[in-house]
């Protein structure tokens, strides 16, 4: 080991470097005042590589794209949990699947969750969905979570949680709970098989477009937009648009808004979007 990596200084040429190198790979802009997160969330990464100084880091950078996986996994932040703000389950649950069901088409209604994290949000979409599927005859679903992070994305698919991130779901929505969630407080709980089933994870970075799928008919983007330039989110909407279904709808995070973009959607409640129709308003 050559370095007590608590030793480690970062100038602020390597800085501006970094957050140049994060901003062309992830969109994800860091602000100038976040140098002393950054230094503590990287400081552990150069120990293990055994580099230096963050000169060399950034040099391995150049070299090794596998390390850029591994610095996207550092600098992101995934904090989530089930039931995350309870009026969007409200409006998905009470208005938008009345929708669904009343346009009668019997198709099987395709969910995206974007910027999934370690999969909390998808995994309280399908305990929704699974609970519609088993009372309303012929109702069927699937549900993405996609996620620029490799690791974060490894925690969705074994999909075993427990504490904190189940705590809300399971007290207001104890019912749910119950029914689709297996397992016990020592071991932790897991989606039942036929949740499991319709859920997939895929890496993905939302700056690109998401390729080989057919339109989502709801889209939960939630605290992310907040990370990333005006310009980068209106791209980012653009691409949701395109795979968003005239009729869907998109949620955002409680502190997010897309009045100040220009992005194709309308607002029907805060944070709940749908899209604009070629006659100007939302098809709702
Ligand atoms: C705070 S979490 C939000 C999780 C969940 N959507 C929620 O609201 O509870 C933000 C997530 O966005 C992901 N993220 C950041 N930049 C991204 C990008 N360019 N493409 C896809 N995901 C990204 C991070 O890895 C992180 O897991």
């Not at 062309?24 to 990287?42: A, D």
């Not at 036929?194 to 939302?206: C, E, I, M, S, Y």
């Amino acid at each position: 080991m050559r370095n007590h990596s608590t030793d480690i200084t970062m100038s602020d040429d390597d800085f501006s470097k970094l957050r140049a190198i994060v901003h062309r790979n992830t969109g994800i802009t860091i602000g100038e005042t976040r140098k002393t997160m950054l230094v503590s969330r990287l400081r552990r990464r150069l120990r293990e590589v055994d580099e230096p100084s963050f000169a060399a880091y950034i040099t391995r950078l150049s070299k090794d794209p596998g390390e850029m996986q591994e610095l996207t996994d550092r600098v992101t932040t995934n904090e989530t949990y089930f039931y995350r703000t309870p009026r969007v389950w409200n409006y998905f649950q009470e208005v938008f699947l009345p929708e669904f069901h009343a346009i009668g088409e019997n198709r099987r209604m395709r969910v995206w969750s974007a910027a999934a994290s370690t999969g909390e949000e998808a995994h309280t979409i399908g305990a929704i969905l699974e609970q519609q599927r088993l009372t309303k005859p012929g109702f069927d679903y699937s549900v993405l979570g996609t996620d620029v992070s490799s690791r974060v994305l490894e925690v969705a698919q074994k999909g075993v949680y427990n504490g904190r991130s189940i705590a809300r779901f399971r007290k207001e929505r104890p019912e749910l709970f119950a029914s689709h969630m297996a397992g016990s407080d020592a071991d932790g709980y897991k989606a039942v098989p036929p949740v499991r089933a319709r859920l997939k994870f895929k890496l993905h970075n939302l700056l690109e477009r998401l390729g080989g799928t057919s339109p989502f008919d709801v889209v939960f983007l939630r605290n992310v937009l907040i990370y990333f330039t005006d310009e980068d989110q209106e791209t980012i909407l653009r691409h949701v648009r395109d795979l968003i279904r005239p009729d869907g709808v998109l949620f955002i995070g409680e502190s997010e808004t897309l009045n100040n973009l220009s992005t194709g959607f309308e607002q029907v409640a805060p944070i709940i979007y749908r899209p604009v129709t070629r006659a100007g308003g939302p098809c709702a």
